[in-house]
């Protein structure tokens, strides 16, 4: 197989649920293509529960950096926090309450490499609320011209499945806080700079969904 150099970006703050965190970072050191490093941002101080599993985790895998902020700034900051420490420059986003499949970073990968023309790759997503082995509803993301027109309208990225090429993400100014479309926000301008977007016909991440899920995914409609 291939080697292939790749960061993955992550945020996590006090209000997120430990077991949760423990299966997500679980999920990502498992892969079949394992990550060059693993960026963790503290936004802000976490329980004693959180810093428990982060620990556990940084003892037994070196490739988890953590990067700490002691006060919490918001998704926007944290990401661009986190974003300027990656030493890649693809980077996948992962968040700290869903679970990868076993081959998601080399199906991206593999893909991204084949074509070297795509700035941001997404996915589809398995849905789920408490087990992944419960009957799941599955839901498609735009692909190919489809998402010149879908993007006008909604997010055409299940942020969570996300990979993209640092550099271009940086020339378009990277992550601007804006309370639940950080993401969105992001694709517009790089839509907007010509920048190639994607998302493969396949379901790589199983998220999970509830608690407020569709506004801490930004999964909001466009204010614009």
Same mark, same amino acid.
């Given at each position: 197989?291939?080697?292939?150099?790749?960061?993955?970006?992550?945020?996590?703050?006090?209000?997120?649920?430990?077991?949760?965190?423990?299966?997500?970072?679980?999920?990502?050191?498992?892969?079949?293509?394992?990550?060059?490093?693993?960026?963790?941002?503290?936004?802000?101080? =976490?329980? *004693?529960? #959180?810093? @428990?599993?982060?620990?556990?985790?940084?003892?037994?895998? +070196?490739?988890?950096? &953590?990067? $700490?902020?002691?006060?919490?700034?918001?998704?926007?900051?944290? =990401?661009? *926090?986190? #974003?300027? @420490?990656?030493?890649?420059?693809?980077?996948?986003?992962? +968040?700290?309450?869903? &679970?990868? $499949?076993?081959?998601?970073?080399?199906?991206?990968?593999?893909? =991204?490499?084949?074509?070297?023309?795509?700035?941001?790759?997404?996915?589809?997503?398995?849905?789920?609320?408490?087990? &992944?082995?419960?009957?799941?509803?599955?839901?498609?993301?735009?692909?190919?011209?489809?998402?010149?027109?879908?993007?006008?309208?909604?997010?055409?990225?299940?942020?969570?499945?996300?990979?993209?090429?640092?550099?271009?993400?940086?020339?378009?100014?990277?992550?601007?806080?804006?309370?639940?479309?950080?993401?969105?926000?992001?694709?517009?301008?790089?839509?907007?700079?010509?920048?190639?977007?994607?998302?493969?016909?396949?379901?790589?991440?199983?998220?999970?969904?509830?608690?407020?899920?569709?506004?801490?995914?930004?999964?909001?409609?466009?204010?614009?």
């Amino acid at each position: 197989m291939q080697e292939y150099k790749f960061s993955v970006l992550m945020s996590v703050y006090y209000k997120e649920e430990p077991s949760f965190l423990a299966k997500a970072l679980e999920s990502v050191f498992e892969q079949t293509l394992k990550p060059s490093e693993v960026i963790l941002v503290e936004d802000g101080e =976490l329980t *004693d529960e #959180l810093e @428990n599993v982060i620990q556990k985790f940084k003892t037994k895998y +070196d490739e988890l950096k &953590i990067i $700490k902020n002691k006060e919490n700034k918001g998704l926007g900051h944290a =990401l661009n *926090d986190g #974003l300027n @420490n990656c030493t890649y420059d693809i980077v996948f986003r992962m +968040d700290t309450d869903d &679970i990868c $499949k076993k081959n998601r970073f080399q199906v991206q990968m593999e893909y =991204l490499n084949r074509h070297p023309e795509i700035d941001v790759l997404g996915s589809n997503i398995y849905e789920f609320k408490n087990d &992944i082995d419960e009957q799941m509803r599955i839901k498609k993301m735009p692909n190919g011209c489809n998402i010149n027109k879908y993007i006008l309208k909604r997010n055409p990225i299940n942020h969570m499945t996300v990979c993209f090429r640092k550099k271009s993400v940086i020339e378009c100014g990277g992550y601007v806080p804006l309370l639940y479309l950080e993401d969105y926000y992001l694709w517009i301008r790089m839509f907007n700079n010509n920048k190639k977007i994607e998302n493969i016909d396949e379901e790589l991440v199983y998220a999970r969904i509830g608690n407020g899920f569709e506004k801490r995914r930004g999964f909001a409609t466009s204010p614009f």
